[in-house]
């Protein structure tokens, strides 16, 4: 018989087997070991797992630049950080509803973790597109008359989003108050964008109850802008630039009009003020980027779309360009200044 060895027990030693079989528990300890440590790096690895999130627009123009970067930093709040656990990708359309529809197909072949279309055009080339994959609106002003979604409260399926429904009776109020005169809006828009043509609709309805008459201006393309612009002096008392991704990059041929005519130009995307509109109440589109970055989170960390509520971003701000109102012929009553987010001098 070999010598006896002491070998653990617990918190204790005592005499027991030889040395080969020593080594042997010893070996499968070390082997448990290993296992363990490789189960937890594992598992730390995927935790650290770079999600890919493919974001795409329909235009570059400030509002929907806003949202992108509102989603971005949201998700670095959330702990993804681009370049480290976080692949962020972003494509614009550039205004071509081809190009949107081939980016959606490019990101659905990508399978990213979740994809996020800004704007309605774009959402509905991405739902159209994309099989199994979440997608995550954003800036959509009717998700309904846009098929994204049969139910606002329970989408189903792969969709959800944030609604930018545009405040409609409060820009009417904007409007009797610093042109009470005014008895007709001149609308330019795209009828073919689904958010413009129901927010026109919405705009007809409202002006009813104001006492007052929408003179629809539509347009296929943005080249158009200029000759509708022009088309509707005479015909409009003031001119109202909804949030069309058509018109909104043609805003200073717009403003140029409404200078040369002395037709003041409202709108309803704050950035296109800062070009020379009169004034506008929108909403803060990098605050729904924020929103919207947040129900990507969500759905990262393993809830369904489908079960998220779709809901409509509510914080508004106000811009006024007083220097451009006068331009136009009009002045802004001290009241709305005392109390615009933002003057514009």
Not at 125 to 147: Q, Y
Not at 162 to 179: A, C, E, Y
Not at 278 to 286: E, K, M, Q, T
Not at 322 to 329: N, S
């Amino acid at each position: 018989m070999g010598p006896a060895v002491l070998e653990p027990c617990g918190n204790r030693f005592k005499r027991g087997d030889s040395m080969p079989t020593l080594r042997r528990r010893r070996n499968a300890w070390l082997a448990l070991a290993a296992a363990v440590l490789l189960a937890l790096d594992t598992a730390a690895a995927q935790a650290a797992e770079t999600v890919v999130v493919a974001v795409t627009a329909i235009d570059q123009h400030p509002a929907l630049t806003a949202c992108r970067d509102g989603i971005r930093d949201a998700l670095k709040a959330a702990g993804y950080a681009d370049g480290k656990n976080l692949k962020f990708l972003y494509e614009s359309a550039k205004g071509d509803p081809a190009t949107a529809l081939a980016i959606a197909r490019r990101f659905n072949q990508a399978k990213p973790n979740v994809i996020v279309p800004i704007s309605t055009p774009s959402a509905q080339a991405v739902v159209a597109s994309t099989i199994g994959i979440p997608v995550v609106f954003a800036a959509v002003t009717d998700p309904l008359g846009a098929k994204l979604v049969r139910d606002m409260n329970a989408p189903g399926g792969n969709v959800t989003g944030i609604s930018d429904l545009s405040p409609v009776r409060t820009h009417f109020d904007l409007i009797m108050h610093i042109t009470p005169g005014a008895r007709t809006v001149g609308v330019l828009f795209n009828p073919k964008e689904a958010n413009s043509y129901t927010l026109v609709q919405l705009m007809k309805k409202t002006a009813l109850g104001v006492h007052m008459t929408v003179v629809e201006a539509p347009v296929a393309k943005s080249a158009d802008v200029p000759a509708a612009a022009e088309g509707l002096v005479g015909k409009a008392d003031v001119i109202f630039v909804p949030t069309d991704n058509t018109v909104v990059p043609m805003i200073d041929a717009v403003v140029k009009v409404g200078i040369e005519n002395h037709v003041p130009v409202y709108a309803g995307d704050i950035d296109t003020v800062k070009r020379g509109a009169v004034a506008a109440i929108s909403l803060d589109y990098y605050n729904l980027g924020w929103q919207t970055g947040n129900v990507v989170v969500r759905i990262l960390k393993g809830e369904k779309p489908g079960g998220i509520p779709v809901v409509v971003a509510d914080k508004t701000e106000l811009y006024v360009n007083p220097r451009a109102a006068e331009a136009m012929g009009i002045t802004i009553p001290r009241d709305v200044l005392s109390v615009a987010d933002q003057v514009i001098r």
